[in-house]
């Protein structure tokens, strides 16, 4: 992997940055899809200092890699199962930023706005699209880590500048964000959809 700072090959990239002056940018639309994977099905490794992911979806878990660019080198298959996993580079800067999952446990961090790009790798993660027969879509994501604060949850989407969710427990008992059919129409119009996961856009984002 080069190193977009010094412009070297490295077999290890991360090691490279622990022990190197260099500290390639890493943009806020590359933050932004970080933050979107974090919240959804990515973890933070045990180092602290570099995000992992795994997907059934080949075409998404490489979507992922691309945009990440020199962050992520390329998704590897599980041995035994169509499972493909990410992993980032170990980073000063994954340990700075997204040190809001800490101890394993995931709770959004409501400090900053969710943002386009984020919300659509939430939603490719956790999030459906309710198709209903001769009846409107509704988006929906689950939150089952804020069970405890839906309400909040849906004050901080709005204020990020969406519409508002209703939160929702289900017969099932699983908690999530439901939007209704003109909000979910307005959303999925407005961010665009990622590659592997076209399908939970429907007829809406083409
Ligand atoms: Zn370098």
Redesign the pocket.
Known sequence: MK??????E?SA?GR??AF???S?TVTSYQHDVLRGVLMSDGWVGTSGRCLQAEWANKKYAKYVSDELEWLCDGVQKRSNRDIWQLSTVSCDYIENNFSWYSSGQKRWPLNKKLTDDTLKHLYAGDGHLKQREGRSDAMIISCENERDRLKTIAVWVESSGYPKPTPHISNAGSSVLYFNTEDTREILNRIAPVDGYEYKWGKHGN
Do not use: I, N, Q, R
């Open positions: 190193c977009p700072d010094c412009g070297k490295f990239l490279h940055l190197a002056d260099c390639p």
